[in-house]
């Protein structure tokens, strides 16, 4: 799709590659993906809080944070795969709610255009999979049905499973090591840059990452009642940053970037702003 739009726009008569008109354009696309993700924040935020005001708050931080900004204006897949995995998400919990086969081939349309978007999606799928566990007490009886759809989802993206090895082998085989090996540093690293992006200003970014742990932390607090949606938040947060870690600090090219992650950002956000109605609750505010 990124391919098609830039081939599109440089096809276009007096839009000169260079140009701010070339440029605006191309961004276009992207800045467009990453609108339908602040909707579908909203949308998966309140499919799992069961709050309208917490999922408009969730909406509102990922319209505003430099991350997801920044890549609005980078024709790359990273766009996207946050809305393909809110897409997979929205379409997993329904289907283990309602078991309608519309939701289930959703899912699994969703999860594999997402492989094919960016091989990390795997990681991704992996976490889907952690959450079905963890709440299969509610929905054990559909096991079936899920472990049909994780079938159907690996059939179908074989030929991207194949190209990601062949990425990765090329990778495995450099013979100059740019990236770091991941640990608690990274990872810290990497939660800074949901909330303050690429910021080169330590005591602005310092600050705002201690208010949003801190947000996180209150607002999964305040979900302890709904266990099955602080699970999915807390498990789609945590899972491909952990895996991330865990896989790449074997290899001698760990490839850990903290873009890979922009997805689980977007669950950070909910639990952040589920933070907000409680305290204002807290202090008997009109909501």
Request: proline residues 4%.
């Amino acid at each position: 799709l990124a391919s098609l739009w830039d081939k599109t726009v440089l096809a276009i008569p007096g839009v000169d590659q260079g140009s701010k008109l070339c440029d605006g354009l191309i961004r276009l696309y992207p800045c467009v993906v990453s609108l339908a993700g602040v909707w579908l924040t909203f949308v998966v935020t309140r499919l799992l809080t069961r709050s309208t005001l917490t999922a408009l708050i969730a909406a509102f931080i990922c319209a505003i944070v430099p991350l997801q900004i920044y890549y609005a204006q980078d024709l790359r897949a990273y766009a996207l795969h946050v809305v393909l995995n809110l897409a997979a998400v929205y379409f997993m919990v329904r289907a283990v709610e309602n078991n309608k086969a519309r939701y289930w081939i959703g899912y699994v349309l969703a999860a594999t255009a997402g492989v094919y978007n960016h091989f990390f999606m795997v990681w991704c799928i992996i976490a889907f999979n952690v959450c079905y566990v963890a709440t299969m007490r509610g929905h054990w009886r559909l096991t079936l049905h899920w472990s049909a759809a994780q079938l159907a989802v690996i059939l179908l993206v074989m030929p991207a499973l194949r190209m990601a090895l062949y990425v990765n082998l090329v990778f495995e085989t450099s013979q100059e090591v740019w990236y770091e090996k991941p640990g608690l540093r990274l990872v810290l690293i990497t939660f800074k840059n949901f909330f303050a992006g690429y910021s080169a200003t330590p005591l602005a970014y310092q600050a705002l990452t201690l208010f949003a742990a801190l947000l996180v932390v209150t607002g999964a607090i305040s979900l302890r009642k709904q266990p099955r949606g602080l699970a999915y938040l807390v498990l789609l947060a945590a899972t491909p940053i952990v895996i991330g870690v865990l896989y790449w600090r074997t290899k001698d090219f760990p490839y850990y970037t903290h873009r890979l992650f922009v997805f689980s950002a977007v669950p950070c956000y909910a639990l952040a702003a589920a933070a907000i109605p409680a305290v204002l609750a807290l202090m008997s505010l009109p909501l």
